[in-house]
């Protein structure tokens, strides 16, 4: 069921794991991980720094907001509308099924 509610929140903790996924933990305590193979898959000179996994790996919260030295960042509240309405956030420190 795909809810209409627009949540106000940021993330607050931000790992990149392998895959070029990113393990998230949002600040009303739920969690998920983030596939971004459709973002890199793009290009254009904000995303390309990204395709490398140093690069990638260099990710950290700016303003609640996933981010890249190169000032790249991803909207909060979409990935976790994203998240949410895929079934994939879970409370935090519940194991992934």
Do not use: H
């Not at 596939?35 to 919260?61: E, H, N, S, T, W």
């Not at 994203?82 to 935090?92: F, I, K, M, T, V």
Request: aromatic share 10%; net charge negative; with cysteine.
């Amino acid at each position: 069921m795909v809810q209409a509610e627009f949540p106000m929140v940021d993330v607050l903790r931000v790992r990149a794991l392998d895959g070029r996924r990113l393990a998230l933990r949002f600040s009303d305590g739920l969690e998920g991980e983030f596939d971004c193979a459709r973002i890199l898959a793009k290009d254009g000179p904000m995303v390309q720094p990204l395709k490398d996994a140093a690069y990638f790996a260099r990710v950290f919260i700016e303003e609640g907001a996933p981010t890249w030295p190169n000032g790249f960042d991803l909207d909060p509240i979409a990935l976790y509308i994203q998240l949410r309405d895929a079934g994939a956030l879970r409370p935090e420190g519940v194991a992934a099924e």
